[in-house]
């Protein structure tokens, strides 16, 4: 191993100047040739051990270092000569003044070489610096979102074409879009970076895996502005498509896999991945699969094909039938009232939308606070036929009493307030009982109604009901006790349907007498009537309490017998009304309605005043009082008629109040009516005005206010509606 020396004093003191002058470099060469000498001598020493090896300093003493010319003048001391004789001798030619060691030529003899000059290049070399920001691109179709936000879409769309939902979507998640300008160009800049990689996803959701987003925050005079040029790139299409045990289902697979519409070769959509994988499952619950089970879709994108392969695994399960409907209520609601409830019949291909139904209409009744429904296997599949499975009910009852109350105004019906209380299954399964009272300015009643839903069928309601009443109308008086039974199926507010009807009995007895102008009543008179009431509606609308589109058509017709004072009386009390509703631009619905009504087959006076036809009201010709228009007695008394024609038309227009909770309605209304069977269009009165609706979720309240456009001279000069739901 070789000895690192120390370098000497000497040297150190003698070769660090720095001045370059010819006495100081051969001073400095003299002893750089004195201390290789001395080096060459001491070489034998490296062999000893390292406590016998002497040291550099030992060597040269001290008068070398002050005076080392002449030290190197003075030759070798004897210690130095035995030293040297145990050295190879070196031969007579050798040139002694070559040092072998030392190999760094005279400073005076070096010569560096000369570095070619650069040849020019015509090229001229642009530097760029980059940073965060990047600079616009020169073309582009922009989009102004706000004073801070600017997009920049491709000129040509159809590089593009989603763009336009491209762009709204991006609006509605947007971090700039969503924040207030107040001229921070480093809160603007932080939200740019979100807005950017937001961007970037909504490419993929495109299938615009390859796009780039490029970013420019800066000022736009005073104002801090973000602009993003959006480079669409190539489109992805869809790759394979693999879905699990689909094939599974044997025959239906055709069926099953045309609902999945995704094929390879179609543009590769997100959103469409994930409505697909909706829709096999409706279609696999809707063809008697109710155990499918299908896991989220997964797509691989291949950047050298520019496609992407999607893997959606499903298992169907065995294809069933259904059987029936197991409740664990049996004394609150039984398995076969809810069998008969189901739109289903044992045997039926079990669908989905049949089990979503039936709890619908479980809870529609009013008698459970919240169901559970699970198929329970009873026979499994073979390879002939499909398994069979009971729907198992699990019912948590609802509270079975109510008390209810309703107050309506109007300035020409009064004050009227009804009350009413009920227990909804006091005869199981699903009788109700209900006591109702009403106390107005112009009608009180007490009444007890029994109700059987869902009697022998789905929706099909049995209604028993009585009261006695006293009505004080300006037209006339009456009081009245009735009984009335009916079997219908009409719309509620969970199931609106497209066809109601309605066949009812009604046996009244009513002492009715005429009202003279001065307050004071004509000689009561006594009627029996019986009537078989029919009733029958279509409806197309979109809404059972607030339409916006569609129509409806309705029809009623009750032939009566009456007896007054032991003379009998035929005839038919009859009523068609039809609606339209049509939607104008985003926030206007026009509404119109048509009612023409007629009683044949006996005279005016044969028929009690409450079974005859009277107009005006807030259901009516809004303006006039209720009852109000027809033909009138000497002493300016309606007296009702046997001919009613009726017209409305009015604007439903929404407004940003209240997060557009508000609408405003201007309407007209007209109507006649007249003494024969037939309508009478020569005393048609007209009615204006503006009303209101707020929006309460389950329905609009409606506040109307109108005025007599041709008043008689018992009208007043303007009338006030208050009620829930639209006129008509």
Known sequence: ??????????????????????????????????????????????????????????????????????????????????????????????????????????????????????????????????????????????????????????????????????????????????????????????QARVDEELLLRLLGVYGYFGGQVIRTVGMNGDQPEVRFDVIPGQRFLVGTVDLGNLAATGENFADLRAAYAIQPGDPVSLDVVADQQIRLDTALGESGYPFAEIDPPSLLVDHERYEGDITMPVEPGGQYVFGSVRSDSEQFLSSRHLTRIARWHEGDTYRRSDEFDLRRAILATGLVGAVDLEPVVVQEPTEDAPGVVDIAASLRPAPLRTIAGNVGFGTEEGIRVEASWEHRNLFPPEGLLRVRGIAG???????????????????????????????????????????????????????????????????????????LADGSSLERETYFIGALPVFAQLDASDDLLDPTKGWRLSGRLSPEISENDGVQSFYVRSQVDAAFYQSVGENTVLAGRVRVASIPGAPLEAIAPSRRLYAGGGGSVRGYGYRQIGPLNDTGDPLGGRSLVEFSLEARIGTPLMDGAVSVVPFVDAGSVGLDPLPDFDTIKYGAGLGVRYET????????????????????????????????
């Open 441 to 515: 300015t112009q009608e009180q009643l007490l009444g007890v109604t029994f109700r059987k839903n869902n009697f022998h069928g789905r929706d099909r309601i049995l209604t028993l009901d009585a009261y006695a009443s006293t009505i004080d109308y300006d037209a006339y008086d009456a009081r009245s006790a009735a009984l009335i039974g009916t079997f219908e199926r009409v719309s509620t507010l969970l199931f609106q349907k497209q066809f109601s009807w309605s066949l009812g009995v009604e046996l009244v007895a009513t002492q009715e007498s005429e009202r």
């Open 1 to 190: 191993m070789r000895q690192k020396k120390e370098v000497p004093r000497i040297l150190r003191q003698t070769c660090s100047a720095n001045s370059s002058s010819p006495d100081v470099i051969r001073q400095c060469w003299a002893t750089t040739t004195a201390l290789g000498a001395a080096l060459l001598l001491s070489q034998p020493a490296l062999a000893q051990d390292m406590r016998d090896t002497p040291r550099l300093e030992d060597l040269i003493p001290d008068s070398a270092v002050e005076n080392p010319e002449d030290w190197a003048a003075q030759g070798v001391t004897p210690q130095d000569e035995a030293a040297a004789e145990r050295q190879p001798e070196l031969p007579v030619d050798a040139p002694m003044e070559e040092m072998p060691l030392v190999t760094i030529p005279w400073p005076e003899d070096v010569e560096l070489p000369q570095l070619a000059p650069l040849e020019s290049d015509d090229e001229q070399i642009e530097f760029v610096q980059f940073d965060d920001e990047i600079g616009r691109l020169p073309e582009g179709s922009e989009e102004r979102l706000s004073d801070e936000l600017v997009i920049v879409f491709p000129t040509d769309r159809t590089l593009f074409p989603e763009r336009d939902d491209f762009l709204d979507r991006f609006e509605a998640l947007s971090t700039v879009e969503g924040t207030d300008a107040d001229g921070n160009l480093a809160r603007l800049a932080a």
């Open 697 to 728: 979720g389950f329905g609009p309240l409606r506040l109307d206010v109108a005025v007599p456009l041709n008043p008689g001279p018992n009208d007043n000069w303007i009338a006030v509606y208050v009620a829930l739901g639209q006129a008509f």
